[in-house]
């Protein structure tokens, strides 16, 4: 079992993102992921570092960690195109990446239009899906990410992985009667606070995340999602909370890292 977060990718200073990447290794994290966007969802406005770029400059900084993408979106790129760009950086990394793909979904329609990307139907999509984890696969772990039954069942024939965003465990147990890949991962926002006067008040300044807890009682929340079948964790954890999760979270749990 591992647990991986998110990167800060929707910084002005690429930098950052590196930086990040040699923190999280610090901190003894097993991996670190990066979103596939040209622009966040919110918009154009706000910057990003590119996925593809910032794996290479990931793998550099870092020694340890496996760096995977949560999930490059196979209707941006042809399948050969995302193949040779994961197996140069499976070369440069020593084989510690992994290779999420997904087939894109109506929130990122906007940036398809916006750079001249054919988005494709849903048949064309789950289609190209296929056909990259079939090149992929054999070049690093491939994780397929997605909740719809059609992604589950690609991922339950071409992939090592599937990962799910922000479900519950009663969701996924129920969806675990399927067929499905190997191991599952799963993948949310996290509002981690000291105590229960902490958390609400953070709560009050955010959009409600996937999982809101203290350090006391997010143990138990990733439990339940262990017990429902989840293999490996990525959390964004919102805000500076990274340390928090590494010197008072990890020590807590009991399942197996």
């Known amino acids: 079992m591992t647990i991986s977060v998110t990167l800060p990718q929707f910084v002005q200073e690429p930098k950052t993102l590196v930086a990040g990447a040699r923190r999280a290794e610090t901190l003894r994290f097993d991996g670190v992921f990066l979103f596939d966007h ?3 969802i919110d918009g154009p406005e706000r910057p990003i570092v590119e996925s593809t770029v910032a ?3 990931v793998i ?4 340890r960690v496996n760096v995977g993408t949560l999930v490059l979106r196979t209707s941006m790129r042809s399948p050969e195109q995302t193949a040779a760009v994961i ?3 499976q070369r440069l990394s020593g084989g510690r990446v992994i290779c999420g793909l997904g087939a894109g979904d109506g929130l990122s329609r906007g940036e ?5 990307i054919p988005f494709g139907t849903i048949d064309e999509r789950i289609s190209g899906l296929a056909a990259t984890a079939r090149l992929v696969r054999g070049i690093a772990p491939v994780w397929i990410g997605g909740t719809s039954r059609r992604v589950q069942r690609v991922a339950a024939e071409w992939a090592d992985c599937w990962n799910v965003w922000n479900v519950g465990p009663e969701w996924l147990v129920d969806r675990r009667s399927q067929p499905t890949a190997p191991r599952i991962s799963w993948g949310g926002q ?4 000291q105590n229960e006067p902490a958390l609400q008040a953070a709560v009050e300044r955010r959009r409600s995340p996937a999982l ?3 350090v006391e009682t997010l143990p138990g929340r990733l439990a339940e999602l262990r017990e429902a079948g989840v293999d490996d964790f990525v959390l964004a954890l919102l805000g500076d909370t990274w340390e928090l999760f590494a010197r008072e979270v990890l020590p807590r749990l009991e399942f197996e890292r």
């Open 38 to 40: 040209l622009f966040p």
């Open 55 to 57: 794996l290479g400059a």
């Open 60 to 63: 550099a900084a870092t020694a």
């Open 87 to 89: 197996a140069s950086a």
């Open 112 to 116: 398809f239009d916006a750079y001249g």
């Open 190 to 193: 996290v509002l981690l606070a």
């Open 212 to 214: 809101a807890a203290t």
